[in-house]
C-alpha cells in the first residue's frame, strides 16, 4: 500500500508516469540481426513526412523481414516493422506519433546517448514500449541514432505491455 508521504513525493509521480508512458524491455533481442536488416534498408531511407511537415535528418525505412515478424508473433502484437535514422545531436520535438497508439523501439547502437522525454523525465532504454498517444520529444546525442520499432496501430499502450509482461514471465519461468 502506498503511503500519503510518498503519494507527494517526487519520485511516486515519476513511476507513475513512466508506468503510462514507458515500459523498459528486459528481452534478449539480437540487435545483430536488427543492425544488419538496417544496413540492408539503408538506400531505402526516405526524409520523414506527414501531415505536419517532414525532416531531412530524420530518415524511415519502412522494411518488412523475417525476424520483425517473429518478434510480432512472439508479443502476440499486429505491428509495421520501421528503421528510422535520426541525425546526432538532432532534437525531435514535443509530438504525438501520427496514427500509432504505442510502438516497441529499439536502439541498435552500442552507445545509447539519446533519450525519450515525457514531461520533465528523460529515459535512456536499449528496447522499450511507449505510449506514442502521449506528448513526448527525443533528444540524440552526439552519435546518429539508428533505431528499430514496431509501430502498432490497434492497441493501447497497456494492453501491449500486458502481453510483453506476460511472454518475459514465460521466458523467466522456462530457465
Not at 32 to 46: G, R, S, T, V
Request: aromatic fraction near 16%; include cysteine.
Amino acid at each position: 500500500m502506498t503511503t500519503l508521504q510518498e503519494k507527494f513525493s517526487d519520485k511516486y509521480y515519476e513511476r507513475k508516469i513512466m508506468q503510462n508512458d514507458i515500459y523498459i524491455i528486459d528481452y534478449p533481442f539480437n540487435t545483430e540481426l536488427l543492425y544488419q536488416e538496417y544496413l540492408n534498408a539503408k538506400k531505402y531511407f526516405i526524409p520523414y513526412r506527414d501531415h505536419r511537415g517532414s525532416a531531412d535528418w530524420w530518415k524511415i525505412a519502412k522494411w518488412n523481414f523475417e525476424y520483425a515478424e517473429e518478434l510480432t508473433e512472439l508479443f502476440n502484437i499486429n505491428a509495421n516493422p520501421r528503421l528510422y535514422f535520426l541525425g546526432k545531436n538532432q532534437h525531435l520535438p514535443k509530438h504525438k506519433d501520427n496514427g500509432t497508439e504505442c510502438a516497441i523501439n529499439i536502439v541498435l547502437n552500442d552507445n545509447i546517448t539519446s533519450g525519450v522525454t515525457y514531461g520533465s523525465s528523460t529515459y535512456h532504454y536499449r528496447a522499450a514500449l511507449l505510449n506514442t498517444q502521449n506528448e513526448h520529444e527525443v533528444f540524440n546525442g552526439p552519435e546518429d541514432r539508428y533505431l528499430f520499432k514496431l509501430s502498432i496501430f490497434d492497441e493501447p499502450f497497456e494492453e501491449v505491455k500486458n502481453k510483453i509482461e506476460s511472454v518475459l514471465e514465460k521466458c523467466k519461468n522456462s530457465q
